[in-house]
């Protein structure tokens, strides 16, 4: 599936760029990666370091976490959807003025976009960066057997240096004597720590995977003992030296974005940002920045109105589901929200934000909750996932996104699904194509100035995506179309 190349045409500069770095890999999903990496950081930062952290793949929740813990944005880099300049832009931006980069990778190693290659994989990113892996594995009933799954991951592809290995869920001081035992004798990296199970203390989570971060779940006493879990038993001096071995890089990249410009915007977009509207790319937001939006947040579940002078509002997923009935009672917001769709103010939402312009959801227990009522259709949940893998979106009309025949990339993951959608007035602007699926699918459902749709999307698949939305924003449609006439009345409903 080819990428659209529009836009991609750039001006490029050479640099070296020399950071020290390293990227916290596993085995698979399940064996301590969030963990391991949220106590290095901890344990950095105990050390005085300024940390940079970034998440591999397209992941809105483990971020949260990396930036509570280090006290910055995380940032994602994903090869699939971004591109190898944009990935190696956004690193060297971000990380010029930390003193070591902390990368997360994203489920196993090798697991990406394709069975059949390193695309959107963990691998890709650190064949990108040269950075040094710290390989977490899982020990519960393993001896020498670890040696051959490690073997096995150091020499499956080139390009890669496993500078260590960290053993989670050991189970004993013997254990830990035989695996370091069995690396050794088959020269492989050296086991870096052995981590006994129940040392670190546990993430809380839902049906999306973790809870996001708060200082309440995340507070210092706990972020503390991750760190003293892992300075107890993994070998914290010698990660840092790995990590300050990476190779300096030798970059052919793209002009990185332009600093905001706050101070000369010319449109003001509102921004859905609580406890259930948070799944946004930080960069993606910045990228809007820098084409001249001013950005204002709000909460859907605190505020009785949006903000004033808002010129469009773009509602981002999170957990509308877990807040159905604050969000529901918040009749002053709905009411605000409806009241600037019907003067022509410009509305995207993606996933949890297409939920609440919906007529309502019914939630697993079969409680039905009303909602924005802009959207032609209800939402419900399920108890099995719906949806979860990368997505290419070919816009079939011309959006707030581009023309006709662009192409853009991003994901799902969602539980939910629409009930009996009556499209009467409405269209579909995205022919949406699965990976795991042959047919494409139909969907972004667009009226007057309203984009919605289950994709989230980054901009960065598209260099001209942001710029076109900001210009749409400004420019305007000269018939924008009051679609509120099937509105509910925004009050509980419960069946």
Not at 49 to 65: A, E, I, M, Y
Not at 88 to 103: C, E, M, N, S
Not at 328 to 347: E, I, P
Not at 372 to 377: H, T
Request: glycine share 10%.
């Amino acid at each position: 599936m080819p990428i659209s190349k529009a836009g991609r045409r750039r001006k490029v500069w050479n640099f070296d760029m020399s950071c020290t770095r390293i990227v916290i890999a596993a085995t698979g999903s399940g064996v301590g990666k969030t963990s391991t990496a949220i106590a290095l950081i901890r344990s950095l930062r105990r050390r005085g370091l300024r940390v940079q952290t970034f998440k591999v793949g397209p992941d809105f929740l483990d971020p949260t976490h990396l930036a509570l813990v280090s006290d910055r944005p995380c940032y994602n880099l994903d090869g699939w959807m971004c591109g190898k300049d944009y990935v190696l832009d956004l690193f060297q931006r971000k990380t010029a003025d930390a003193d070591i980069a902390v990368i997360e990778g994203v489920m196993g190693l090798f697991d990406g976009a394709s069975p059949e290659n390193a695309e959107g994989s963990t691998a890709e990113i650190v064949r990108w960066l040269k950075a040094p892996v710290l390989l977490v594995t899982g020990a519960h009933g393993v001896a020498r057997s670890m040696a051959a799954t490690v073997k096995g991951f150091t020499t499956f592809e080139p390009g890669l240096t496993v500078a260590g290995v960290i053993a989670n869920h050991c189970g004993s001081n013997r254990q830990a004597a035989w695996l370091t035992a069995s690396l050794a004798s088959a020269l492989l990296p050296p086991l870096l720590g052995a981590i006994p199970r129940g040392a670190f203390p546990d993430l809380p989570s839902r049906h999306l995977g973790l809870v996001t971060a708060s200082h309440q779940s995340l507070s210092a006493t706990i972020l503390d003992a991750f760190a003293g879990a892992l300075e107890q038993h993994v070998r914290i001096d010698e990660i840092i030296r790995q990590a300050a071995r990476a190779p300096t890089l030798h970059l052919q990249a793209g002009i990185a974005p332009a600093a905001p410009k706050a101070a000369n915007s010319t449109v003001t977009i509102g921004i859905a940002r609580d406890a259930a509207f948070h799944f946004y790319y930080p960069d993606n937001l910045e990228t809007l920045q820098s084409q001249g939006a001013r950005l204002v947040f709000f909460s859907p579940l605190g505020d009785s109105t949006l903000p004033e002078c808002l010129d469009a509002v773009y509602l981002g997923g999170g957990y509308p589901e877990e807040y159905a009935a604050e969000l529901s009672r918040n009749t002053g917001l709905l009411d605000s929200l409806r009241g600037f769709v019907a003067r022509g103010g410009v509305l995207y939402a993606e996933c949890g934000g297409m939920i609440y312009l919906s007529q309502g959801i019914e939630t697993r227990a079969g409680a039905r909750f009303s909602l924005a009522g802009i959207l032609p259709f209800w939402t419900r949940m399920h108890a099995k996932r719906k949806a979860l893998g990368y997505v290419e979106v070919t816009l079939t009309a011309d959006t707030l996104w581009g023309q006709r025949g662009d192409v853009l990339r991003g994901h799902e993951f969602h539980y939910s699904e629409i009930v009996k959608p009556t499209p009467a007035g409405w269209k579909t602007a995205y022919q949406i194509r699965y990976q795991r699926k042959t047919a494409p699918i139909q969907e972004g459902f667009q009226r007057g100035r309203v984009l919605a749709s289950y994709a989230h999307l980054h901009f960065a698949s598209h260099p001209g995506a942001a710029r076109s939305f900001v210009e749409f924003v400004r420019k305007g449609w000269d018939d924008p179309m009051n679609i509120v006439s099937n509105s509910t009345s925004g009050k509980e409903v419960r069946s």
